[in-house]
């Protein structure tokens, strides 16, 4: 079976730096996602990937070591809105684009 | 416009009811997708198409139908609902070249009484 895993909650201060965790353990690897969803909101597309190391995006950044099925998200200058779930998936090989999904890590950002 | 639109966007309705959930784009993606979201369970996979008329089972496909009869539309049903289907349903597409992220819609809220 597919197992990702991610803390369940993350509390953090405005204009800090915080780092959720991904681990995952799939049969096949094409792939690690992360979206943002806001409560009651649609997941939105984060960062994407696919080979070892780091991708930065403005205040987000994203780490892959594919070796220890391990994968964070880097999140900079914290602001009130980045009060949401981050959702780690993984795409898979030979199923087309399927992605499996962790539970997600709901952030709380105070003040 | 919203790429992406599904609808209802929620519905009570009552044990033993057939329900369709209806999902449209414009963004010209050939891949949709059906998920269903619980609290503590995260996304799982019910059904995807990669094409019209072409259909695959996901994770949980038993006791859900989907029909992709044009380009731009998927549809789920319920044939018989029960209140364990009561979820949050998203529908999402994505392309087949580069990243392949997939977009989701704003989500139907379905309860089952």
């Known amino acids: 079976g597919q197992n990702i895993d991610q803390p369940t909650e993350m509390t953090a201060t405005e204009g800090a730096i915080v780092q959720i965790n991904c681990t995952y353990q799939t049969s096949g690897f094409n792939g690690l996602f992360w979206y943002q969803q806001h409560a009651g909101e649609a997941p939105t597309f984060l960062s994407y990937?696919?080979?070892?190391g780091l991708e930065e995006k403005g205040r987000f950044s994203s780490f892959l070591s594919r070796s220890k099925g391990y994968s964070y998200l880097l999140l900079k200058e914290l602001q009130m809105k980045d009060s949401a779930s981050y959702l780690c998936?993984?795409?898979?090989?030979?199923?087309?684009?399927?992605?499996?999904f962790g539970t997600g890590t709901q952030l709380k950002v105070e003040l | 416009d919203a790429d992406v639109t599904q609808t209802p966007r929620n519905r009570i309705t009552k044990t033993g009811k057939r329900i369709m959930l209806e999902c449209s784009q414009t963004?010209?993606?050939?891949?949709m997708y059906w998920y269903r979201q619980d609290p503590g369970l995260g996304l799982r996979l019910i059904y995807y198409s990669f094409d019209v008329k072409d259909i695959n089972k996901g994770e949980i496909s038993d006791g859900y139908s989907v029909s992709r009869q044009a380009q731009a539309k998927f549809s789920l049903s319920l044939e018989s609902a029960i209140p364990n289907q009561t979820a949050l349903y998203f529908c999402?597409?994505?392309?087949?070249?580069?990243?392949?992220?997939?977009?989701f819609g704003p989500g139907t809220r379905l309860t089952v009484l």
């Open positions: 963004k010209g993606h050939d891949r």
């Open positions: 998936a993984v795409r898979l090989t030979g199923g087309g684009n399927k992605l499996t």
């Open positions: 990937n696919v080979l070892d």
């Open positions: 999402a597409t994505s392309d087949h070249t580069g990243v392949n992220e997939q977009f």
